[in-house]
Antibody
Framework: EVHLVQSGAEVKKAGESLKISCQDSGHTRIDYWIVWVRQVPGEGLEWMGSIYPGDSHTKYNPSFEGRVTISADKSINPAYLQWTSLKPSDTAIYYC??????????????WGQGTLVTVSS | DIQMTQSPSSLSASVGDRVTITCRASQYIFNYLNWYQRKPGTAPKVLISTASTLQSGVPSRFSGSGSGTDFTLTIDGLQPEDFATYYCQQSHSMPWTFGQGTKVEIK
């Protein structure tokens, strides 16, 4: 059974870097696509991008490309989302989720518990 | 990008009510449409995939319908544990996009 566990809440200042993680506690390797989804307080959900940890093949939402880096370490299974220079507008809850389903139908299940990132100016 | 528009953005209902939430896509997406439920302080959970397929473990009072651009999530006999925010999501083309959410509150 897939069980995604994310790293804990972070409080940062603008300009700082950050890397958050998503780990499948039920498996030693991740052999499925993982997505990162952002939820800004009071707003909806936004797909940021996806990664296949097996070969680190990555797809980005153009709205986020260049602002974040999605990566993975297949030897110890986490997927990562990182910023080199945070902005207050990055304050949000970030979820990872497994891409389930079979081609061509996909959905997100399960989801990690979310990581709250707070960025002050 | 495909825009997903949900309506209403919020609604008040009583236990036992029938609730209907609609989702409209800005382009034809066949049945590449999923529904999620998110309760406060918890992660979203998929309820329905491919517009009408109930996920394992989801109560049968939830149902989905539609194809093309117009979709509906129905809760037939609202239960206390159903008060939450519901989102639709298209997986027809990237970037995958979500509706803005419909908050179901207790009347």
């Amino acid at each position: 059974e897939v069980h995604l566990v994310q790293s804990g809440a972070e409080v940062k200042k603008a300009g700082e870097s950050l890397k958050i993680s998503c780990q499948d506690s039920g498996h030693t390797r991740i052999d499925y696509w993982i997505v990162w989804v952002r939820q800004v307080p009071g707003e909806g959900l936004e797909w940021m991008g996806s990664i296949y940890p097996g070969d680190s093949h990555t797809k980005y939402n153009p709205s986020f490309e260049g602002r974040v880096t999605i990566s993975a370490d297949k030897s110890i299974n986490p997927a990562y989302l990182q910023w080199t220079s945070l902005k207050p507008s990055d304050t949000a809850i970030y979820y990872c989720a497994r891409v389930g389903g079979l081609t061509p139908y996909f959905w997100l299940d399960p989801w990690g518990q979310g990581t709250l990132v707070t960025v002050s100016s | 990008d495909i825009q997903m528009t949900q309506s209403p953005s919020s609604l008040s209902a009583s236990v036992g009510d029938r609730v209907t939430i609609t989702c409209r896509a800005s382009q034809y997406i066949f049945n590449y449409l999923n529904w999620y439920q998110r309760k406060p302080g918890t992660a979203p959970k998929v309820l329905i995939s491919t517009a009408s397929t109930l996920q394992s473990g989801v109560p049968s009072r939830f149902s989905g319908s539609g194809s093309g651009t117009d979709f509906t999530l129905t809760i037939d006999g609202l239960q206390p544990e159903d008060f939450a925010t519901y989102y639709c999501q298209q997986s027809h083309s990237m970037p995958w996009t979500f509706g803005q959410g419909t908050k179901v509150e207790i009347k």
